[in-house]
């Protein structure tokens, strides 16, 4: 079972940066694609950003521009990259990973809180 871990949310003002983590307890390699999600109260959790196992990298389009996803094999971490941030962005983040064997294999993070305003 692996484990994955967010960090790096908080408080910023609108047009400042964060850059969150996600920590996996064991190896990356195997995952089909790994994911940010966010999901504000009363909404359903949507999706950031995805990168699949071979690169390649989705995103919503209202983060188009302004975040990068990305991994680190070697640490066995996720980041995400926000830049221009606006108060819209202000949800809780989750990381998420998923493989694909005879069935979906899901693995989610507890989430971290990111607030834009001034």
């Known amino acids: 079972q692996v484990q994955l871990v967010e960090s790096g949310g908080g408080w910023v003002q609108p047009g400042g940066s964060l850059r969150l983590s996600c920590a996996a307890s064991?190896?990356?390699?195997?995952?089909?694609?790994m994911n940010w999600y966010r999901q504000v109260p009363g909404k359903e959790r949507e999706l950031v950003a995805r990168i699949f196992s071979g690169g390649r990298i989705v995103y919503a389009d209202a983060v188009q521009g302004r975040f990068t996803i990305s991994k680190d094999t070697a640490k066995n971490t996720l980041y995400l990259q926000m830049n221009s941030l606006k108060p819209e962005d202000t949800a809780v983040y989750y990381c998420?990973?998923?493989?694909?064997?005879?069935?979906?294999?899901?693995?989610w993070g507890q989430g971290t809180q990111v607030t834009v305003s001034s």
């Open positions: 998420n990973a998923y493989v694909i064997l005879s069935t979906l294999i899901n693995y």
């Open positions: 064991g190896s990356i390699l195997s995952f089909t694609a």
